[in-house]
């Protein structure tokens, strides 16, 4: 073959190729298909490489010839593929696009509202009523120490009194708070007399779980210390509250023990015709003033302890303490 027919032939290689390239590009449908054919097109084993081969039998002065059309036909190559790999991406992403519309004139189907959990509301019927006599919220820790859950409230270790409230203990110092009355020795600490704080809140014991028992359970303590405070301070506010909250349930004291009051009253509600116990309360033990610093010969206070579920299942007619605890809708939205 003459060097001219050689280098027509090798041009019209070059050119058939751009032009074929040029098509499969085009008809190239997805983008990882574009990389096999630039492989395919301008790879060391591809069509280029092919053509050029037969560089080696031109003549030296044809050969930049050539070499500058095959450097611009596979730089135009180069263009066209990411040209079209980016069409390609664009038409994905506007699919994507069109098929993730979103048609904002489809009806809604309502948001589900939830409500509060009775014993919230419940809770809250409590904190209402005390603020209302002109108390404020306190709040303590749910893991407490012996000291304040204890010994500070007149129950020192081998008291009878534990016994009453079994315990879940983290360690030898360390427990879930068996009551919120550790609460009035946490508030005394920090702020002195006068006082009138409630404190609502969470509360721990071992008992096996049935119908009036949980292992957890809420209760709200009450405390008021000032000077001449005495126990008619403590019924008229305990009266107020309960005729606030029961209506006109027939209430009673009735004397009992805590270690840390003296004396000491529980009071029952007449319900379904029978008494049921409703909270604890007394005279705070001078004792506990004392140890916290408070002069004993000048305050004087009372204290309360109530649990929230007994309240809550009288105001609701509740018959079981666990429907509070499992979650059953068709309980729950009754409230
Ligand atoms: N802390 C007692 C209990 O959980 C309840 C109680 C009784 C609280 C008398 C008081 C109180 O503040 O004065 O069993």
Not at 101 to 123: A, E
Not at 151 to 178: C, G, V, W
Not at 205 to 210: E, F, Q, S, T
Not at 229 to 250: C, E, Y
Request: hydrophobic share 35%; aromatic share 8%; charged share 25%.
């Amino acid at each position: 073959m003459s060097e001219i027919e050689l280098l027509d032939q090798i041009e019209n290689q070059l050119k058939s190729l751009s032009d074929s390239a040029d098509q499969d590009i085009k008809n190239t449908k997805k983008e990882g298909d574009l990389e096999i054919l630039r492989v395919s097109l301008l790879g060391k084993k591809g069509k280029l490489s092919n053509i050029l081969k037969n560089m080696s039998k031109l003549e030296a002065k044809d050969r930049p010839k050539i070499g500058q059309k095959a450097n611009i036909l596979k730089t135009n190559l180069l263009e066209a593929i990411s040209d079209r790999k980016n069409q390609l991406l664009n038409y994905a992403l506007e699919l994507k696009i069109a098929n993730e519309k979103l048609d904002v004139t489809i009806p809604s189907t309502g948001t589900p509202k939830g409500n509060q959990h009775p014993l919230l509301s419940t809770q809250d019927e409590i904190i209402d009523i005390f603020c209302g006599l002109g108390y404020s919220v306190a709040n303590g820790p749910e893991i407490e120490s012996d000291f304040y859950n204890f010994e500070s409230l007149n129950i020192p270790k081998n008291h009878p009194a534990r016994d009453m409230q079994d315990t879940f203990y983290l360690n030898d110092n360390l427990l879930l708070r068996t009551h919120t009355s550790p609460v009035q020795i946490r508030y005394l600490k920090d702020n002195p007399p006068p006082t009138r704080i409630i404190s609502p809140g969470r509360v721990y014991r071992r008992d096996a779980v049935d119908a009036t028992h949980s292992p957890v359970f809420n209760q709200v303590e009450v405390l008021c210390i000032d000077e001449g405070i005495n126990f008619s301070h403590l019924r008229g506010t305990v009266l107020t509250f309960l005729k606030t909250f029961f209506g006109d349930l027939p209430i009673r004291f009735r004397a009992s023990y805590f270690p840390f009051t003296e004396p000491s009253a529980e009071v029952d509600v007449q319900w379904k015709g029978k008494w049921l116990e409703v909270m604890g309360c007394g005279m705070v033990d001078p004792m506990v003033l004392n140890r916290m610093g408070i002069d004993s010969e000048k305050w004087t206070g009372f204290a309360a302890g109530l649990g929230v579920e007994r309240f809550c299942m009288v105001r609701h007619q509740i018959d079981d303490i666990r429907r509070f605890y499992t979650n059953d809708l068709r309980f729950l939205k009754q409230f």
